[in-house]
């Protein structure tokens, strides 16, 4: 199968030992050199719990290494070391953690009712359009500002800001605890709606994984980013 490291690799050569450095703890894995880098990343991912998708992974200060090529291309050999930069799904998640009450309200409904008037987000939304929230413009299209788009807050009321790095591919969601850098890629969904009442700003969710409880909340987003949100994210 396609998702199998086994699959990614020639059997009959031996393996060899390779140091991944992930969060200052390394982690052995053995591969043959025959093997793809799309394998390596499956090992990885198994060691780590950082997906292939948001693994940036560097060998000897090159941060581009192709996943269609074997080790041996990449010029790597018994013992080399590489470095792991990237955020495993539960450290998303984890920028904010809603009580466990709060994730039975998100729950699909048998009811479409709107997503601000659903419980879970309507205590959020009662506290009001936040102070430094950017003036929102209903029916507006307009492209993303030069500068983070902040104002904006999630699930669990915190301040967010969101920085598209565009060169490396990646929005950075930004909360007063800590920067959390996602590559746009591994976003599989952008959904998001108008608040009522308050047509000018939409509730948005970025969905990181394939459930409901992985999607990533952002209230009070300027109407007029909205649609230049959602293309820049899924690459339209």
Known sequence: EDGDAAS???????????VVIFNKKKHDVSLPLSAKMAALRLEIQRLTGVPPAMQKLIYKGAPKLDDAKTLRELGLSSGSKLMLVGSTLDDVLNLEVPP???????KPQATKEPICKQKL?????DKGVPEDAIPGIRNAKDSLPDVPLSGMVNKSGGKVRLTFKLELDQIWIGTKERTEKINMSSIKQVISEAIEGHEEY???ALQLGTTEASRYW???VPAQYVDAIRDTILGK
């Open 8 to 18: 990614l690799v020639d059997v009959i050569e031996d393996p060899v030992p390779l």
């Open 100 to 106: 466990p009450e709060q994730l039975k309200d998100d």
């Open 121 to 125: 987000h309507q205590k959020v939304l």
């Open 202 to 204: 939409h509730i948005m």
């Open 218 to 220: 952002i209230y009070w």
